[in-house]
């Protein structure tokens, strides 16, 4: 089954070394100085933003992590060893125990970093890049991207909806949780960073470059125009994803009122989501062809929701997917790792 080959393939790709010793060498000392530097400037660019965020991030990813953990480890040490699960968990904990809880809170922090860049962005650079975006789209597309998306049925949404506010912080979570369980060495290390890119340097820094707020806030930040009045109406007019208006106010809300609200944040070059979205796409492609077909389905149902809300334009996640490609395939060449195993996973 395929769920028993990727946990298969999970707990066989570390390195000859102890599991303990893999996960506490020096070649990680890089990214923790990178992801400290990031959180460190996050807290000192706007301390009391960071906290919060840190105090809500935890309370909203704490208790999902924890059952997950619980719950794999039970299943593994049933399968392991059926005679003495609850031995074969203190193994587990003694070997990874310390390291997985280090890297969920370093995830935790950097999320909450994240965020309080985010609501920062138009302080540092005001909102301007949006006619150019629109402007990218409509030359490729001939007119808004978002109207072509629209053409399919209006039960397009439902799956908009599901994958796009349901899966896909599962399969980031999903992602993290199993690296720090199961994945060792260079493998490991090459998914971390790709999680540093994606929130620091296409989150944060190009995000800030280009600062833009996507379409579904173009009448609020750009008066004036005619472009994207009809978005909200035809939006509204799905009960599919009417509610992504509700979320779209509470943006709107936690910026004009300076609330350190949960996921709040306004940002659309380059998309997060379709970012993440490839960035595990091929995480899954390293356990095979099966797991890369279900990565790749999720990013690209990710892609056209991005576009269907009218959270992004179309080159938001074009752009996205491409730099996080790029990245992932020159840091495999990096650390001497293939994209997808021909057989058998190999040792990193």
């Known amino acids: 089954m395929l769920e028993a080959g990727f946990f298969r393939a999970a707990s066989t790709t570390g390195t000859r070394r102890s599991p303990a010793r893999s996960t506490t060498d020096r070649s990680w000392l890089p990214l923790l100085i990178a992801i400290n530097l990031y959180t460190l400037g996050a807290g000192v660019l706007d301390p009391n933003a960071y906290w919060h965020f840190v105090l809500a991030t935890s309370s909203q990813t704490l208790v999902l992590s924890l059952a997950f953990i619980v719950l794999v480890l039970c299943v593994e040490s049933l399968l392991k060893a059926p005679h003495r699960p609850l031995g074969e968990v203190r193994c587990k904990l003694r070997e990874r125990g310390r390291f997985m809880a280090g890297g969920l809170m370093l995830f935790i922090l950097g999320l909450s970093a ?25 030359f490729f597309y001939g007119r808004n991207a ?20 349901r899966v896909w912080p599962a399969v980031l979570l999903f992602g993290v949780l199993v690296g720090l369980m199961f994945i060792e060495g260079a493998r490991l290390q090459r998914y971390a960073w790709g999680l540093f890119f994606v929130y620091a340097v296409m989150g944060t820094l190009v995000a800030t470059l280009f ?7 173009y ?7 005619e472009q994207f009045t009809h978005i909200k109406p035809a939006i509204l007019s799905n009960p599919y994803i009417s509610n992504i208006t509700d979320y779209a106010d509470y943006l709107l809300d936690a910026y004009r009122h300076k609330d350190y609200m949960f996921a709040s944040g306004i940002s659309a070059f380059p998309s997060v989501h379709v970012a993440v979205a ?3 796409a091929w995480f899954l492609t390293s356990f095979g062809r099966r797991c890369a077909v279900l990565g790749w389905t999720h990013a690209l149902i990710i892609q056209y929701g991005a576009i269907y809300s009218g959270w992004h334009y179309a080159v938001d996640g074009d752009v996205s997917l491409v730099l996080v ?24």
């Open 325 to 348: 490609s790029a990245f992932w395939i020159a840091s495999s060449r990096f650390y001497g790792l293939p994209l997808m195993p021909t057989s058998r996973p190999r040792n990193a």
């Open 146 to 165: 978002w109207r072509a998306m629209h053409e399919m049925p209006l039960q397009a949404g439902l799956i908009v909806d599901f994958f796009y506010t």
């Open 219 to 225: 009448k609020e930040f750009y008066p004036g125009t």
């Open 211 to 217: 600062s833009s707020v996507g379409p579904i806030f």
């Open 278 to 280: 490839t960035l595990s």
């Open 114 to 138: 994240y965020t309080t860049y985010k609501i920062n962005i138009p302080d540092i650079v005001p909102f301007y890049a949006d006619p150019y975006l629109a402007g990218i789209d409509r």
